[in-house]
């Protein structure tokens, strides 16, 4: 089965609602990694997460290694976070990602 | 900082032609992965390389071949392009400590076989 579940698969939101994004891992894993990927495909590292909660702006992400899950909240969303945000977990040189949420926010 | 670059942005083949992809960077980090992104989904490993002429075969190395000539480049090659194959390649990077992997990744490569 796919180690990397990521929920929901897409998310429909008006401009200022806040947005939660999950990840569950089925193996246990090192560390984990969430990105933004524009429409054109170009991929933005957002956090390299291996525990706890880190944020950036409008952005919150929250590692808990030992639940396997992680989440990424937006805040008071933007037109512009629209895109496809991917989790990915780390195993030794290698990244197993998530199949992906794709964000929509309309005005 | 640093970045990574790819060539070409876009590739058109034809069925059954042997193509090649380029990525170069310059963060000088050992690890130098390639991925595959088809529609809709998320990436898979198709070859990775921990060190300057070293290969690691990912899930989906069948029907590639890479090659690590130096340690700010890295190729993938498309043995036999399958007609109607499309997908984006996404070339990456990383630190040589295990304890910290944190990958940056190239533009990408979009490849449509005619």
């Known amino acids: 089965g796919q180690q990397v579940q990521q929920s929901p698969a897409s998310l429909v939101l008006q401009e200022g609602e806040n947005a939660e994004l999950q990840c569950n891992f089925s193996?246990?894993?090192?560390?984990m990694q969430w990105f933004y990927q524009r429409p054109e495909g170009s991929l933005v590292s957002l956090f390299y997460n291996p525990s706890g909660t880190k944020q950036s702006g409008r952005l919150t992400s929250t590692t808990v290694i030992k639940e396997r899950r992680s989440s990424l909240h937006i805040s008071s969303s933007q037109i512009t976070d629209s895109g496809t945000y991917l989790c990915a977990m780390e195993r030794i040189y290698q990244l197993i990602w998530g199949s992906g949420t794709k964000l929509i926010i309309k005005p | 900082g640093g970045i990574i670059t790819q060539t070409p942005k876009f590739l058109i083949g034809q069925e059954g032609q042997k193509l090649t992809l380029k990525c170069q960077q310059n963060f000088n980090h050992d690890t130098m992965y390639w991925y595959r992104q088809d529609s809709g989904k998320g990436l898979r490993l198709i070859y990775y390389s921990i060190t300057e002429n070293d290969l690691q075969k990912g899930d989906l190395s069948e029907g590639y071949d890479a090659s690590r000539e130096k340690k700010s480049s890295f190729s993938l090659t498309v043995t036999s392009a399958q007609k109607n194959e499309m997908a984006v390649f996404l070339c990456?990077?990383?630190?040589?400590?295990?304890?910290?992997?944190?990958?940056?990744f190239g533009p990408g490569t979009r490849l449509t076989v005619l």
């Open positions: 990456a990077s990383s630190r040589d400590r295990v304890n910290y992997a944190e990958q940056f």
């Open positions: 193996t246990s894993l090192n560390s």
